[in-house]
Nanobody, 115 residues
Framework: QVHVVESGGGLVQPGGSLRLSCVAS????????MGWYRQAPGKQRELVAS???????NYADSVKGRITISRDNAKNTVYLQMSSLKPEDTAVYYC?????????WGQGTQVTVSS
């Protein structure tokens, strides 16, 4: 069993920054891709950014230049550094982790961008 836990969400003003963290624990031999998704009220869950085991990154067009994904393989952790945040970034952010051919999701962390 693999557990995925996100942290770092909160309320931030437009133009501000936040850093999300996601830790995977449990029966893990190796993690393949790790990623962050988000879901705003009334909308479908969408990819924000992903990073492969080799460090290749992929970003949604809406966040390019403002958000950086990184991972620490030794800690089974993935980070999402967000800056220049906009009200439209408000959503629940979910971490997605690939382990042994299975996909695991965290419970989500709320990010609210508002003045």
């Amino acid at each position: 069993q693999v557990h995925v836990v996100e942290s770092g969400g909160g309320l931030v003003q437009p133009g501000g920054s936040l850093r999300l963290s996601c830790v995977a624990s449990g029966s893990i031999r190796s993690i393949t891709a790790m990623g962050w998704y988000r879901q705003a009220p009334g909308k479908q869950r969408e990819l924000v950014a992903s990073i492969s085991s080799g460090g290749t990154t992929n970003y949604a067009d809406s966040v390019k230049g403002r958000i950086t994904i990184s991972r620490d393989n030794a800690k089974n952790t993935v980070y999402l550094q967000m800056s220049s945040l906009k009200p439209e970034d408000t959503a629940v952010y979910y971490c997605r982790v690939g382990v042994g051919g299975y996909i695991y999701w965290g419970q989500g962390t709320q990010v609210t961008v508002s003045s």
